[in-house]
């Protein structure tokens, strides 16, 4: 019997060495029951509190109960299994954050997990849309030099709740979410708390992207009122749309590689319409001052590579 950890089966960001050694471990039982051998592998969760940083906990794998864990091995090897992982999981904390980053489907076969990341998606694209048309109308009705202020509440007020201060009033409005005490499960916690209120597609990376809550505050009224935010076009707001979107679809679907292509190929017709133009009007680029990266990027411009 092999005894490794859920760092070699899901990965870990902070135990990358442990993670590599256990995994091999995994494979080496796994090439052993190939063999003929009748190894069993069992990946542990957390065994008790003096594992637990408490980081462990609020991203949802608190430490294993010995009694419920023991029970938990002895029907599976019971039941014939050879390959187990047996951790304690909040899937409703633990899902959402591990497919931050990037969709996942090592949990598509567990039912509480894919309810867990089915709520953290939100409100569904009518109710998002009707939330987001009020929040319009509710900030076209106040004078335009206010509207930053009542989103900047509304972000102050929600980081308040995930970092369960008293009152929003705690949140420095230019401090960078970083030193407010943020990290990743929070900020999930804020964009889930954001896109609940203003029906927004916001990923689950916004309170880094934007990184204080005046500069996120802005982010989000030149998302819901594009012309009157000082940021241009309204397209704009769409362009922060096919962002999420793009963040939401694997790498392997072709969706994604569709979607990848087309915004490459508008870049290049715009971008050699503003060349022409250029050299039409003798401002062209100078090639002998050209950097490599310049060439390359004009070649596959004109080759449509």
């Known amino acids: 019997m092999v005894f490794t950890s859920v760092a ?32 069993v592998s ?23 109960e010995p009694r419920l864990a023991l029970t938990a091995l002895g029907r599976a090897l019971a039941g014939g299994d050879r ?29 509480a997990a894919q309810r867990a990341l089915e709520a953290a998606r939100g409100p569904d694209d009518a109710e998002a849309a009707d939330r987001t048309a009020a929040l319009r109308r509710d900030l076209a009705a106040v004078p335009a030099d206010e509207r930053p202020g009542r989103l900047l509440s509304l972000v102050r007020a929600s980081t308040a709740e995930v970092l369960r201060h008293d009152a929003a009033d705690a949140v420095d409005p230019d401090s960078p979410f970083k030193d407010l005490g943020f990290d990743s499960m929070a900020a999930v916690g804020l964009r889930n708390r954001l896109r609940a209120a203003t029906g927004l597609r916001l990923p689950a990376t916004v309170g880094f992207d934007h990184p204080t809550p005046r500069r996120l505050a802005g982010y989000l009224l030149a998302q819901i009122l594009p012309a009157e935010s000082g940021t241009g076009h309204p397209a704009l707001g769409r362009l922060d749309e096919l962002d999420a979107a793009l963040a939401e679809l694997p790498m392997e679907d072709p969706r994604r590689t569709g979607l990848m ?3 490459q190929g508008l870049l290049w017709k715009y971008a050699a319409e503003a060349g022409e133009a250029a050299e039409a009007s003798g401002d062209g680029p100078d090639i002998e001052a050209a950097s490599a990266e310049d060439m390359f990027a004009l070649i596959d411009r004109e080759l449509g590579a």
């Open 8 to 39: 070699g089966v899901w990965g870990s960001r902070d135990e990358g060495a442990r993670a590599v050694a256990h995994a091999r471990l995994d494979a080496l039982a796994h090439r052993a029951r190939a063999a003929g051998g009748d190894v």
């Open 261 to 263: 292509k087309r915004m």
């Open 42 to 64: 069992v990946a542990w969760g957390l065994w008790d509190l003096a594992e637990d940083s408490g980081d462990a906990r609020r991203q949802g794998l608190p430490p294993l």
């Open 83 to 111: 390959d187990l992982a047996i951790a304690d999981i909040v899937w409703d904390r633990f899902a959402p954050l591990f497919t931050m980053a990037r969709p996942s489907r090592l949990f598509d076969a567990v039912p």
